[in-house]
C-alpha cells in the first residue's frame, strides 16, 4: 500500500469532487421534493411565494456556481490519473468502454451546465410568459437537470467499478 502522504492528494480531490456533487445534485433533490412543495403549501401561489422561491433560486444558483467550477477543475486532475493508467484516452474520446462512459457524462454535465443557467438566468428574461408558466418551466428545467444529474451518478458509478476491475 502507498503511503498516505502519497495518496492524500487523490483522496482529496476525489473527496471534493464528491462533496461539489453532493451539493449541486443533493440541493436538486432537496428543492424540488422538499423546499418547493413545502412553499407551496404554506404559502400557495401569493406573490410571497414567487418572492422566496426567487431568493431560494438566487441562494442555490451561487452553490451550483462553485459547484460547476469546483467539478471542472476536480474533474479535470482526476483525467490525469485516469489517462496515466490508459482507462481515459481523451476528453469526447470513444477509443474504449470507460472513454466513451465519460464522454456521455461529460456531454450530459454539460447539458446540466445548460439548464442550470437556463433556469437561473434566463427563465424569468421571457417577456411573453406569464409568471405561473414561469415556474412551471422552472420546475420542468429541474425536473430534467434532476434527471441528467442521476445519470451522470450512474455513469460515475460505472466508471468507478470499471476502473477498479484487474485487467485483463
Wanted: hydrophobic share 55%; aromatic share 10%; charged share 10%.
Amino acid at each position: 500500500m502507498a503511503p498516505i502522504s502519497v495518496i492524500i492528494g487523490p483522496i482529496l480531490i476525489n473527496f471534493l469532487h464528491n462533496v461539489f456533487t453532493a451539493l449541486w445534485i443533493g440541493g436538486m433533490l432537496t428543492l424540488a421534493f422538499t423546499v418547493l412543495p413545502a412553499v407551496m403549501k404554506v404559502l400557495g401561489k401569493s406573490k410571497e411565494t414567487q418572492a422566496l422561491n426567487a431568493m431560494i433560486k438566487k441562494k442555490l444558483s451561487l452553490i451550483t456556481y462553485i459547484s460547476m467550477a469546483g467539478l471542472i477543475i476536480t474533474g479535470l486532475l482526476m483525467s490525469n490519473k485516469a489517462a496515466q493508467s490508459g482507462l481515459f484516452t481523451g476528453f469526447l474520446s470513444f477509443a474504449n468502454e470507460y472513454s466513451t462512459l465519460m464522454s456521455i457524462k461529460h456531454l450530459l454535465y454539460f447539458l446540466m451546465i445548460f439548464l442550470s443557467l437556463f433556469r437561473s438566468q434566463g427563465v424569468d428574461r421571457i417577456k411573453k410568459f406569464t409568471p405561473v408558466q414561469k415556474q412551471k418551466l422552472n420546475m420542468l428545467t429541474l425536473l430534467l437537470n434532476i434527471l441528467a444529474g442521476l445519470a451522470v451518478l450512474f455513469l460515475s458509478s460505472y466508471v468507478s467499478v470499471l476502473a477498479a476491475l484487474p485487467t485483463p
